[in-house]
């Protein structure tokens, strides 16, 4: 085979594509493992509003079914957009370990939120062990609530940034 056979290959799912050209064949098509598609869901739990966000249409990450929250936890995310967008792109493992913690203002909870990188070695799920960073997102002073997002976590909130505030108007006062 030549080298400019294999530059006109064609997609075996959209051949009217050639592999090079095609989205599918590139993985950066929408919905797929490298550009997924992020969602929200809505419901009442013990009659208390909670979202629920889905990676294409499923459990955002393999180890946590259901990455559901209520209110609070909402606005502590968004009020951390900015955390949460260094620490998803364009970081490599490398950059993660060494993001700068930093502390955000939440107006409508009056609370800060203490942001900083957790490496989890020693952290098993299902018998795997799971050396990862994570962003650590702690209420100040008292670290009452709090909550650990990894990469694909952060790029699924960023991503639903618009439905999570469009739900906390809806929703939370």
């Keep these: 085979m030549h080298s400019t056979d294999v ?17 599918h064949c590139r993985g950066t098509a929408r919905g797929t493992e490298q550009n997924p598609n992020f969602s929200t869901i809505e419901y009442f739990y013990r009659g208390y509003p909670v979202v629920e966000i889905l990676k294409n249409g499923g459990q955002v990450h393999r180890y946590d079914e259901h990455f559901r929250f209520g209110c609070r936890v909402a606005r502590i995310l968004l009020a951390c957009l900015p955390a949460l967008k260094i620490f998803a792109w364009p970081s490599n493992e490398r ?9 955000f203002t939440e107006s409508n909870l009056g609370i800060e939120i203490e ?4 490496v989890n070695r020693g952290f098993v799920v299902y018998d795997e062990l799971i050396e990862k960073c ?15 997002v990894g990469v694909m976590k952060c790029k699924a909130v960023y991503s639903v940034q618009d ?11």
């Design 134 to 148: 994570w962003l650590n997102l702690k209420e100040l002073p008292t670290g009452k609530t709090h909550k650990g």
């Design 163 to 173: 439905e999570l505030r469009n739900w906390l108007d809806r929703h939370c006062w």
């Design 115 to 118: 942001v900083f990188v957790e």
């Design 7 to 23: 530059v006109n290959e064609k997609c075996e799912k959209f051949p009217s594509f050639y592999k090079r050209d095609c989205a």
């Design 95 to 103: 950059d993660r370990t060494e993001f700068e913690p930093r502390i």
